[in-house]
């Protein structure tokens, strides 16, 4: 009776590892490539590059049904790896826009083959009652790449080659726990169908529009966070420090997420995180005068309760679909987190030139603010069932 069990647990410890190596990865690969780009092309077109990751996402979420039923999910996932790691092999060696323009695309590409078929099964193998728990940690582990990346930046900031072909050897380290569960990881995932995604999104707006805040705002801290940073006086080592905290936020915070969304319920959850978030993005709009201590606490605090937004969304969904039409949902939520990471850059690249950092925090605090009003008034979340009886 306890061998499923034991089989499900290394599945999803495998999914978790793969995914904490891929992270390492990504992390080091989005700021440094902005950092790189950004003595060479205005702001708005280092956000446009960094969008193209994004346009690779939805083509990997357009690819995933075909591949996985003719391949099978766990081989998808595998070439999904290998993709990301051609790709960080490439940029280790372009500097111009379109040719980076154009790895980067494929880099997203590949994260979105692993990513959809990695956070399915990771739902699929999730009991109910735990399903918070696990998509805390498996969040905080993705995230942690994006502490340590950063941070290897701050070491050797003048290796950008080194550090690109580095990511690519890492990033083909997480073949290894992901052909270790390739075949439960095929017959867990039900192969989705691209038709499914829109109706997927329709029977839960509001949580992908959470989902989409989340995203967005990631998207602009991992990739433009330091720029951002050094317009607001700070040096390089200090704007690349404050993007890691960020992540630091986001690493300590989502296990606490993940344990409320078990415990306090799924919508009280949200709706703390939309209003922790925008009560860190505030005094970002008008703190021009604060040091570098104070802006990394708000910075802490700021990573975990966003990123939270998109661990309720996984156990929302996990709560919500099953089969064929959670894999389905989980495409639509790349989907999103791929828009996301399109607009994201570009609107922030756009407002940076326009009105700098501070117009950018107040446009954040903004849709925080609107998120928790339309929240409040509109969100209904099917809380499972031994939760609605816990949290009364």
């Not at 918070?132 to 990346?149: C, E, S």
């Not at 805040?213 to 607001?232: E, F, N, T």
């Not at 390089?236 to 319920?265: K, Y």
Request: charged residues 10%; aromatic residues 8%.
């Amino acid at each position: 009776m306890t061998r499923p069990q034991n089989s499900q647990t290394r599945m999803i410890v495998a999914l978790i590892l793969g995914v904490t190596i891929y992270g390492l990865a990504m992390g080091t690969t989005y700021p440094l490539l902005g950092l790189l780009l950004s003595d060479r092309v205005s702001g708005a077109l280092n956000g446009l590059n960094t969008a193209a990751t994004g346009l690779g996402l939805m083509t990997g979420v357009v690819l995933v049904p075909g591949l996985a039923r003719r391949l099978g999910a766990g081989r998808t996932a595998l070439a999904g790896v290998g993709l990301l790691a051609a790709a960080l092999v490439a940029l280790a060696f372009l500097r111009d826009f379109w040719p980076v323009f154009a790895a980067r695309v494929i880099l997203g590409c590949g994260a979105g083959l692993m990513f959809i078929v990695a956070e399915t099964a990771l739902n699929a193998a999730a009991a109910p009652e735990r399903r918070g728990r696990i998509m805390g940690v498996y969040t905080a582990a993705n995230a942690l790449g994006f502490v340590l990346g950063p941070a290897m930046i701050a070491l050797m900031p003048d290796r950008p080659a080194a550090l690109l072909l580095g990511c690519a050897a890492i990033a083909l380290m997480a073949l290894i726990p992901f052909a270790a569960v390739e075949r439960p990881v095929s017959r867990l995932v039900v192969p989705g169908s691209g038709r499914h995604i829109v109706s997927a999104i329709a029977a839960f707006p509001l949580a992908f529009g959470f989902l989409f805040i989340a995203s967005m705002i990631d998207a602009v801290a991992i990739s433009l966070m330091p720029v951002i940073m050094l317009d607001r006086d700070f040096d390089v080592s200090q704007a690349v420090l404050l993007a890691t905290v960020f992540h630091v936020g986001l690493v300590i915070g989502q296990p606490l997420i993940g344990l409320a969304l078990d415990r306090a319920g799924r919508r009280r959850t949200v709706l703390g995180c939309c209003g922790l978030s925008l009560a860190c993005t505030l005094p970002l709009v008008s703190g021009s005068g604060l040091g570098f201590w104070p802006v990394a606490g708000l910075m802490l605090v700021w990573g975990g309760a966003n990123y939270g937004l998109y661990t309720a969304g996984l156990a929302l969904i996990g709560d919500r679909f099953q089969a064929e039409k959670l894999t389905a949902a989980i495409a639509a939520l790349a989907s999103v987190y791929a828009l996301a990471a399109v607009i994201g850059p570009v609107v922030a690249g756009g407002m940076m030139n326009a009105l700098g950092a501070q117009g950018l925090f107040g446009a954040a605090a903004v849709v925080y603010l609107t998120a928790l009003c339309g929240g409040l008034w509109l969100f209904r979340p099917v809380e499972p069932e031994w939760q609605k009886h816990q949290i009364r």
